[in-house]
């Protein structure tokens, strides 16, 4: 008889919770300094984590739900319901408008920085089932301003752009998926994944822009987090499972999961990473879910909110903090 034991961890701990005017779609943070919130108010904001204070709101808004959040220095960025995607830049009182991406024809569900880059590269990905390549030199002048009439100077929803805010064509648009991109996420600066409503993972090689492989889940995919330092990625799905799968895949090979998590009651909307080993789920049915890679049990259940309440982001990479966010339209914090 074998025996595996598996060391225990500590319950995450309520510790304070803030409300902001509407749900509370997606979490992000690079450092662990500051962490970023995306609104369906529109609005994106900034909290530092050691206070959990709020720093910076932006300074206008979407014209529709904000979708995704990522950040690289002094930018953040955002996605949203209204087709675009918004790179914002900190200055003492707000986060100001930088940079207006334009090119879906749908709401633009994910974005995600390339990381290890001198210069930023990004990517968007949407309901368009398109995934859209970006570069924004942070300090080149936009020598094209002057040129632009005062029809181009509105957005792809009517809106009023601003003279000197940047407008950014997508260098590439890669197709593939067949359905919906709900989710993107870097393995390292060359790999990048996608998960989508077409029931599968695409792994691309973005050096040349081509998907090297793709592995089929047999559910919509919600959302996925790839595992530090390692080659594991967690999917999260419909129908409560959050499903264990091998990157390591050659196009065409048949894969199937290494492991399967089901205990949330219903649609998983959020996944990520504690540790290598760790990771932590958000659902509808309001809960917080931990979990050990190595096992299948739950170690820990956490309530966000009521059970009328979903949970809708949940962002575990910072150390020994937990947050998440839902539909009750407050943002928690936990000790982990």
Not at 183 to 205: E, F, I, M, Q
Not at 239 to 247: K, N, T
Request: glycine share 8%; proline share 3%; charged share 25%.
């Amino acid at each position: 008889m074998n025996l595996r034991v598996l060391p225990t961890t500590r319950a995450p701990r309520p510790q304070s919770e803030s409300d902001q005017p509407d749900w509370i779609s997606c979490l992000c943070t690079e450092n662990g300094a500051t962490m970023a919130s995306g609104c369906y108010d529109g609005f994106v904001r900034v909290y530092d984590c050691k206070s959990r204070k709020l720093l910076l709101t932006s300074s206008s808004s979407h014209n529709g739900a904000v979708k995704d959040v990522a950040m690289r220095g002094d930018f953040v960025l955002s996605a949203s319901k209204d087709r675009t995607a918004i790179v914002w830049k900190r200055n003492k009182s707000s986060l100001e408008r930088f940079a207006l991406c334009e090119g879906h024809s749908d709401s633009v569900e994910a974005i995600a920085v390339r990381p290890g880059q001198s210069t930023m590269q990004f990517v968007t990905a949407g309901w368009d089932k398109t995934l859209r390549q970006y570069t924004l030199d942070e300090d080149e002048e936009d020598d094209n301003e002057g040129k632009r009439s005062k029809r181009q100077k509105k957005n792809s929803t009517g809106e009023s752009v601003s003279s000197g805010l940047r407008r950014l064509q997508a260098k590439n648009t890669l197709m593939g998926h067949t359905g919906s991109i709900t989710s993107a996420t870097w393995l390292d600066a060359t790999k990048l994944c996608t998960g989508s409503y077409d029931h599968s993972v695409r792994l691309w090689d973005m050096n040349v822009s081509v998907c090297e492989s793709t592995i089929h889940c047999g559910r919509v995919v919600t959302n996925l987090s790839s595992q530090p330092n390692g080659s594991l990625l967690c999917t999260s799905h419909p129908d409560g499972v959050a499903r264990l799968w091998d990157s390591r895949v050659s196009n065409g090979e048949s894969v199937v999961a290494l492991a399967h998590f089901k205990s949330h009651k219903g649609w998983i909307s959020s996944v990520d990473w504690i540790s290598s080993s760790h990771f932590v789920t958000a659902g509808y049915d309001g809960t917080l879910i931990v979990w050990d890679c190595r096992g299948k049990k739950p170690l820990h259940k956490i309530r966000h909110g009521d059970e009328d309440s979903k949970a809708l982001c949940v962002l575990a990479s910072i150390p020994n903090v937990l947050i998440s966010g839902g539909s009750d339209k407050k943002l928690k914090w936990y000790s982990s």
